[in-house]
């Protein structure tokens, strides 16, 4: 008994060691910056050089869209429809139901669709993506692949981040039409308006600056979603719980990236206005 508790003391010891040994608050913070650097640094090495995984980024492609396809349609033709239906009062108010379409056609395509879509994605697939590396760390799948010079980075991190950046734009320009169409019944629910009326007036209103830099910050939504999950999976070395964890930090990280490239890219597409 006396062996054992000195072994129980000896292991509590020893874990709030590695505790106090962890960085904490701006120190872990740079570290984690730093290292999130180095490996998108990485990624671009290695995107660049042959062997190209084409079959692994098509692979990956798929199962990304064919994961978010209705989670990303029903929730965009839901704001499409509800965004509608709270705008036509307050706009009935002023005579203005004629800026109807155009006022949900800006404000999707520009704002919303792309900021909720891309925060879909790092729930849906960045979580998938963290868990699934970490799981691989874990069980040492990732070092045997590594021991075998089958170059596991280029394999599994540059084919998944690459999907994503491809991945995400498209499923911005899908939701942005479903949004459209849930707008179009949304005007219909209180009246009628031809479908041709309404689309001529939503693609009448849009202008390059509304369309160009929503479409051009969707590729930095993907490749945030990617890296940061691929990150967090691909380093996480603190055993099962890791696999949670990872999976866990994935989604807060990249949905706060989200937030931050969406509020730097409206900052520079002001600049052009």
């Given at each position: 008994m006396t062996a054992d508790k000195a072994t129980a003391h000896h292991t509590a010891d020893s874990s709030q060691e590695k505790d106090i040994s962890k960085p904490t608050g701006v120190k872990a913070l740079l570290i984690e910056v730093a290292g999130m650097t180095h490996f998108s640094g990485r990624f671009f090495k290695e995107a660049f050089l042959p062997p190209y995984e084409l079959n692994e980024f098509l692979k990956q492609s798929y199962l990304i869209g064919n994961k978010s396809?209705?989670?990303?349609?029903?929730?965009?033709?839901?704001?499409?429809?509800?965004f509608t239906m709270q705008s036509q009062p307050t706009l009935a108010k002023f005579g203005a139901t004629s800026w109807l379409p155009a006022m949900v056609s800006v404000a999707m395509i520009r704002e919303i669709s792309p900021v909720i879509t891309a925060l879909i994605c790092a729930g849906k697939v960045g979580s998938g993506i963290g868990a699934e590396l970490a799981s691989?760390?874990?069980?040492?799948?990732?070092?045997?692949?590594?021991?075998?010079?089958?170059?596991?980075?280029?394999?599994?991190?540059?084919?998944?981040?690459?999907a994503t950046i491809f991945m995400v734009p498209l499923l911005v320009i899908f939701a942005d039409g479903i949004a459209l169409i849930g707008s179009y019944l949304g005007v219909n629910l209180s009246g009628h308006t031809a479908f041709n009326v309404f689309f001529g007036h939503v693609f009448n209103k849009l202008d390059f600056i509304d369309v160009f830099p929503a479409f051009v910050k969707t590729f930095f939504f993907g490749f945030a979603i990617g890296m940061i999950s691929c990150y967090k999976g691909y380093n996480s070395n603190e055993g099962t719980e890791?696999?949670?964890?990872?999976?866990?930090?994935?989604?807060?990280?990249?949905?706060?990236?989200?937030?931050?490239?969406?509020?730097i890219a409206v900052q520079v597409a002001n600049l052009f206005n």
């Open positions: 396809l209705p989670l990303v349609g029903i929730t965009a033709f839901i704001m499409g429809l509800v691989m760390r874990v069980t040492e799948q990732i070092d045997a692949m590594e021991v075998a010079g089958n170059r596991p980075f280029k394999y599994i991190v540059v084919s998944k981040i690459a890791g696999v949670g964890r990872a999976a866990n930090s994935a989604v807060v990280i990249a949905s706060l990236a989200i937030f931050i490239i969406d509020m």
